[in-house]
């Protein structure tokens, strides 16, 4: 099984999963059988450079010629974009909380409840981004989810998530700064 095959394939069978595509499904999308599907997320073929270029098209990937110097500047980049990135998570979050505040101060002008909002929404993104783990930015983020969903349907949750999302807000407000370790230390036994 060649190398090349091989890293294509898995990285092909990513993206498929990635998506939520059976091979069933990615080859209804291409036309070509289910088994060439599996066959070239195993490595087992060498697909042509045309079959594996519209293959990487439907996936959202591009196939790149990258100069071997410039390779771990690459996928160091490509791991970052796919990394769980907690300010992406805070700037979606505040986006989402941003949206539903002008919504709501467009449909209810007297409520209080669209001014506490864009004044959390902009609490959170002066103090998130640099200071919150991945687990709380996934927190806020399914909580905007929860506000803007309760406030499109009118619930009367509303009033209840953004008390939790004031508390998220005092949590971040009042904890210490992160420990900082230094990068390394020196050895007393020199």
Sequence with gaps: MPYQADSFGEALRKARLQKGWSQRDLSRLVGMPQAQISKIESGAVDPRLTTLVQLARLLDLEPV???????PAVQAIVREAAADDPARAVREAANILSATADRLQRARPGDASAGRLMSLSSDLAVLA???MAPAAASQLLQ??????????DGSSRLERSIGRLADLRNTL?????RETRPAYTLDDED
Excluded: E, K, V
């Design 129 to 131: 981004p640099h200071s």
């Design 143 to 152: 909580l905007a989810r929860d506000i803007q969903a309760a406030a499109d």
């Design 173 to 177: 407000a009042h904890r210490g700064p």
């Design 65 to 71: 010629l990258t100069p071997r110097a410039a390779l």
